[in-house]
């Protein structure tokens, strides 16, 4: 492991139970050594696998999973969701929960009650978000491999911003199941990696069949037998799309290209629809699904409870007091969106828009096999840079139509900013096509040959 921080899920999963215990040991000092990142909220480690940390919205039995927030303080999970399931079935291990932003609603990891995570590559910037935790410890060599969840960026954009692989899969092709819900139609739980190979293998253990998760596709087709970087594909770039980027992310851009061009691709210019209707689709569409997920958290049957004089009062004190302001910010926005006088206006509208954005997607596909786009527009922000909301929410730019389309995407490192810190792109592919997504990025990473 020359040069590595750590080794590879791929070598990890060849190790004895007793070079598995010693990992594990060993990783326990690395992260006790670095309180400061805060990556981790917590290191518990189930069963005698290949250690894999989790993000602290997917439910492993027995586990305090709180979503990062104060009102699933004292939460206990009662089940494993489908995926650790799936995981300690293939002699993997929940090992550590991971920091997040409240709920998932974030672009940076410091919306949590746990407080913020550093950036592993500069302690002043963000790691991303809202898995935040989970890019920084792989990023950090603190975990082999972990789990995040994107709804509209939030396994790519911190991969982007932490120089690791993140991969959102197709929407139904990984279950829901134990994944707590921020916004039901656009989430997806994903494999964060040092590599595209380990995100193939960790995608193919979480990904495939199951009955709890009404959403889910029922398709256990398998990538990594079959993954072929020698391929020759045909790859859209978005020369007009990318004008948003800064110059990093343009430069990014431009040695992407030219990589896949000496690999053999071809590459093949098209158009997207402006990403302002992407921000305000998703913005509507999310905080609406958000709104009727988040009423569940009532101090009633979860977690943190302030009493009041009666039950009404009892809700209002602890929703007031358990969730943080921008989970109280989606709400409020979420129950305007689909009041009555506004829901045609706004909600009906953005369902619209979401029609459309699937369409211009599959109009491409119609040529090509994937598309490569920047990830975010700029490099890690410093923290406190996207204090304003809308700042934040436009930042999201190029992640958030994947989600509205339901396409899977794959984030991996390009370049270095002249600050050092990592930039990165994804490549998108057509609905259930993982197997091209995995293909292209393999021989995309091999082209660009990444130095930590
Ligand atoms: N930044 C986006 C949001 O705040 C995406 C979050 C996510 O993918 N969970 O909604």
């Not at 670095?34 to 990556?39: D, M, S, V």
């Not at 949590?112 to 995570?117: A, H, L, P, Q």
């Given at each position: 492991m020359k040069g590595r921080l750590v080794i590879t899920l791929k070598e990890a999963l060849k190790l004895s139970k007793e070079e598995l215990t010693q990992l594990k040991e060993d990783l326990k000092k690395k992260i006790e050594a670095?309180?400061?990142?805060?990556?981790y909220?917590?290191?518990?480690?189930?069963?005698?696998?290949?250690?894999?940390?989790?993000?602290?919205?997917?439910?492993?039995?027995?586990?305090?999973?709180?979503?990062?927030?104060?009102?699933?303080?004292?939460?206990?999970?009662p089940y494993n969701a489908t995926v650790i399931n799936k995981m300690l079935q293939a002699g993997l291990s929940p090992f550590g929960r991971t920091n997040m932003d409240e709920f998932a609603m974030g672009s940076t990891t410091e919306s949590?009650?746990?407080?913020?995570?550093q950036n592993p590559h500069n302690p002043e910037r963000v790691p991303g978000g809202s898995s935040g935790g989970s890019a920084a410890v792989v990023g950090a060599g603190l975990a082999i491999a972990a789990l995040g969840s994107d709804t509209g960026g939030s396994i790519r954009q911190p991969a982007s911003f932490c120089g690791i692989v993140g991969m959102k899969p197709t929407y139904g092709r990984v279950s829901r199941y134990g994944l707590s819900s921020y916004a039901s139609s656009l989430d997806q739980i994903g494999p964060m990696t040092q590599n595209v190979e380990d995100a193939a293998i960790l995608y193919d253990i979480i990904s495939g069949s199951d009955e709890k998760?009404?959403?889910?596709?029922?398709?256990?087709d398998k990538v990594v037998p079959n993954l072929n970087p020698d391929r020759k594909l045909t790859i859209a770039i978005l020369p007009d799309f990318i004008k948003d980027a800064s110059d990093d992310v343009q430069q990014a851009y431009q040695k992407a290209i030219e990589a896949l061009k000496a690999k053999g691709?071809?590459?093949?210019?098209?158009?997207m629809m402006d990403a302002k209707f992407d921000i305000s689709a998703y913005?509507?569409?999310?905080?609406?699904?958000?709104?009727?997920?988040?009423?569940?958290?009532?101090?009633?049957?979860?977690?943190?409870?302030?009493?009041?004089k009666n039950l009404e009062e009892t809700f209002i004190k602890t929703r007031s007091e358990g969730f943080g302001d921008e989970v109280k910010r989606r709400i409020l926005l979420g129950n305007f969106v689909l009041s009555s006088g506004y829901y045609e206006a706004y909600y009906v509208k953005a369902q619209k828009t979401r029609h459309i954005i699937k369409d211009n997607y599959a109009k491409i596909f119609?040529?090509?096999?994937?598309?490569?786009?920047?990830?975010?527009?700029?490099?890690?922000?410093?923290?406190g840079e996207l204090a304003n909301p809308m700042d934040m929410y436009l930042s999201d730019l190029y992640t958030i139509s994947i989600n509205l389309a339901g396409l899977p995407a794959l984030s991996l490192p390009i370049s270095k900013s002249k600050e050092g810190m990592p930039v990165g792109l994804q490549l998108i592919a057509n609905a259930y096509d993982e197997q091209t997504l995995f293909d292209g990025s393999l021989s995309l990473e091999r082209a660009i040959n990444y130095q930590k």
């Open positions: 670095r309180p400061e990142l805060n990556g909220i917590d290191v518990n480690n189930v069963g005698d696998g290949v250690p894999i940390a989790i993000k602290d919205n997917i439910q492993v039995k027995d586990w305090s999973v709180t979503s990062g927030s104060k009102i699933l303080q004292g939460y206990i999970a949590s009650f746990y407080g913020k995570t998760d009404s959403t889910n596709a029922q398709k256990d691709h071809t590459i093949v210019e098209k158009t913005y509507i569409t999310a905080t609406a699904e958000a709104t009727t997920n988040l009423a569940r958290y009532d101090g009633i049957r979860y977690g943190n409870r302030v009493e009041g119609e040529d090509v096999d994937l598309i490569l786009s920047p990830v975010a527009p700029t490099i890690a922000n410093k923290f």
